[in-house]
């Protein structure tokens, strides 16, 4: 394994529940690192936490709602009052609209028509994916910004470049939280801190559940590297862009075997 300088260093994963979220917190825990577990569902963060405790890793787990300010301020609060500081900071949470509430395809095939797409979904989205990452980052960075230390990487997705098949909602939650790490690794810098981006293609998590049969057979075939990306493909770069050595901010990396070439 490669020794990214990560031991005793904090750091507070959300979406950490499940999928690429699970497998960063569990390689951060694996390198040394004490992780804070936030995500929605009580017991599968308690069962991450059960993991990591068990291959003698230290890690917290908080209920919180990355889309409610209110709820993230709150569990900073209780995040530093139990490890005194946060490090890094991998905004992984993210969600697609229910496609039961808006079924019918667009011309291109691209998704549900953007104008169906009801007012209560586009909301729920978009507080998750976009208002999210603005959130975690406001109310954990000032103590990275206290330090002059610290790593922000950003899941994002490459739809917000190419416009796959995902929702209108989606696609622009996704593009909106591509231009925070613009924004934010400028803000930042100054402090010692680095903000960056992964933007996964199709990844086998189980928000990708509903996603056909035929669909899913037919992504090897037109990814170069030939196989579906697994959320370990995603957790190692977000491992790379959290090491204390880095020369490296504002960038969007594209993680995706190669499908999409730019």
Known sequence: MIDYGLKDRVAVVTGASSGIGRSTAKMF?????????????????????????A?????EAYVCDVGADADVERTASLVLERFDKVDILANVAGIEMDFSKAPGMGSLGLGPDPFDIPKGEWDRVMNTNARGHFNTIKYFTPSMRAQKFGRIVNVTSVTAFSVGVGSAVYVGSKAAANTMVYLFAKRL?????TVNA???????TPMHDGTPEEAKKMIPEVTPLRRVCKPEDVARVILFF???????????LIVDGGTFCR
């Open 198 to 204: 992964i933007a996964p293609g199709y990844v086998d």
């Open 189 to 193: 810098g100054p402090d010692g801190i």
């Open 55 to 59: 291959a003698g890793g230290e890690a």
């Open 242 to 252: 959290s090491q204390e050595r880095l020369f490296v901010t504002g960038q969007v």
């Open 29 to 53: 825990a694996e390198q040394g690192a004490k992780v804070a577990l936030i995500g929605r569902r009580a017991d599968a963060l308690a069962s991450v936490k059960d993991e990591i405790r």
